[in-house]
């Protein structure tokens, strides 16, 4: 407007915009009935996954190079976490064992063959995850290390609202019983993720048996057959988990 030969701007003052508190994705599956043959939403909160959690964060047997401790010998390594966990503890137990694999094991063409090797322990920490191996120390073995004492004095890591027994990836009890432990992140057809992780962990025991692996940065693998004796499921830390116990066919 103009009053008395000046110019006078006239500012409406605009409704400042509330914030709205940050929603959480929402995941959304269908259920069906025989009364009602037509699926039902149902709308329920992703939950974040929250990571293993070890006394310490980093774990003592960080960074190990292969080292003699009893009659076992043992190595760890590590891989980045990034978004798929499954994969980077997979990752990381796989250069376990080829760490593993050069100390101890038997070439065979381009492979390295691995036997009786164990990972019982995984670990995560920021943005690394861990895991270590072991194998058991034979006649041909060669003279190692020994391993520091107190480096394995340490509580296992456990993943939050989950069994022990998912920190883990493969073990032999004593009476020859194997053992694996599959996972899978993300996957929501609840059905094809247990049967994954259970494919994972019948896997992951019959590599106690015999793995190869390559060398480089390439995964074991393992031609080994086994009798599932029994299985575990346990729908945890936005992941499905598998324990399978099984015997050498």
Known sequence: MRAGGLFVLVLAACPAETPTPDTPPVVITQTATSADPEPTRV????????????????PRWADLGACQEAQWVYASARADAGENLSLALTTAADRARRTLAVAVGSKQNSDIILLGAEVPHLSLCEDQTYALARAPLGAQSPSLAPCSAGIFDQPEGQIADCPAWAAKLSWRDPDGTLYGVGRVDGMRNAGLAERTAGTRALANAAKIIKSALRMGDGASTTTEKLAEISRETARCNDAVYVKVAARAL
Do not use: H, L, Q, S
Request: proline share 25%; charged share 25%; glycine share 6%.
């Open 43 to 58: 709308v329920e909160p992703i939950k974040p996954a929250k990571p293993i959690e070890p006394t310490g964060c980093t």
